[in-house]
């Protein structure tokens, strides 16, 4: 199978637009050196599509035999543009809506893995308008973590030390959501894995990331160029496995399909393994580890892309052959 006419989305109205730019461009350049033929589709930060947009109307876009979302963080990763593509009768690549959503806040992925008996740190939901402190002050020690609920790339995150701190940083959190998270600071080593796959998924080895800041924020992510990964991670053997056992059930357990990379926390002083978040549709820039961990278990770039359209193909087919009336 190659030759496919790829529609890459990218850019978008979320925080990570830049993200989503330098990750189409790796995308892109797989493609084509696997023989497909990828036609991007650019959306503007206000929201503009060029050229004009997918239209949610099965059969108008004959020039297009599969999607490739590239859209990192609100508007792409959250299940709106993934129902636009279910309207259109598109095969995309990637989570379906339900899991999108699912995945990208926090709050109801933390629910899901909890229903389901998955490690997860403690946390508070606030809500605006208020974001009233007292309960975190109350139930959770310092330091926290402060998440909007729906954006990635640690976009708005901010470690607080103290109750001032906390303040500024729900302050902060709240330009990007009207749900906030705080968390229990789990100290220790931070964990990848990619997965891929749709009713039998694999894990990837597990990589180790060394930030060079407080936390592996936005900055250390991709401006800095200091942060260090490494894979395997450096982790005992019994922990590499216990992620990717655990990276597999957190993909089942919201329902993903074609790719997904999970994050953990490991717990220094306790050894024990926290999943921290899912990612539907992870980085694919230079220093992007979900193909990088791919690589390194003999999947490089091309190939991967390949198979994430291949599985998007297999999952299109099954769900047409169901029926909606009767």
């Known amino acids: 199978m190659s030759g496919l006419r790829v529609a890459v989305l990218h850019g978008g109205r979320s925080g990570e637009h830049e993200v989503s730019l330098r990750s189409a ?5 797989a493609l084509a050196r696997k023989g497909h033929r990828p036609i991007p589709y650019f959306i503007s930060k206000d929201g503009r599509w060029h050229p004009a947009p997918i239209l949610p109307v099965p059969g108008s876009n004959p020039d297009i035999d599969v999607v490739f979302p590239v859209l990192h963080g609100t508007f792409g990763e ?22 999108s959503a699912a995945a990208m806040d926090k709050d109801l992925f933390k629910r899901i893995c909890r229903e389901r008996g998955l490690p997860v740190a403690d946390y508070l939901v606030l809500h605006a308008p208020g974001f009233d402190p007292a309960p975190v002050l109350r139930r959770l020690p310092f330091p926290v973590f402060v998440k909007p609920a729906n954006l990635g790339s640690s976009v708005g995150i901010h470690k607080a030390h103290n109750a001032a701190e906390l303040a500024a940083a729900l302050a902060d959190a709240a330009r990007y959501d009207t749900k906030i998270l705080v968390e229990r600071c789990i100290t220790g080593p931070e964990l990848e894995c990619a997965v891929i796959g749709n009713h039998s998924p694999e894990a990837s080895t597990p990589c180790q990331i060394f930030p060079s800041r407080e936390f592996y924020d936005y900055d250390d992510k991709y401006i800095l160029d200091k942060a260090r990964a490494a894979i395997p991670a450096e982790v005992p053997a019994e922990i590499i496995r216990q992620v990717r056992r655990l990276a597999v059930e957190c993909y089942r357990a919201v329902g993903c399909a074609g790719m997904g990379r999970v994050d953990f926390l490991v717990e220094a002083a306790t050894g024990q393994v926290f999943i921290n978040e899912l990612n539907t549709i992870p980085g694919f820039t230079s220093i992007s580890m979900f193909p990088k961990m791919w690589a390194y278990d003999g999947l490089p770039m091309p190939e991967l892309v390949h198979r994430l359209v291949e599985l998007a193909l297999e999952r299109f087919r099954e769900r047409q052959a169901l029926r909606y009336e009767k």
């Open 78 to 99: 959250d299940g709106t543009v993934q129902g636009l593509l279910e309207m259109a009768a598109l095969p995309y690549v990637g989570a379906g809506v339900f899991a």
């Open 25 to 29: 461009e790796s995308v892109i350049d």
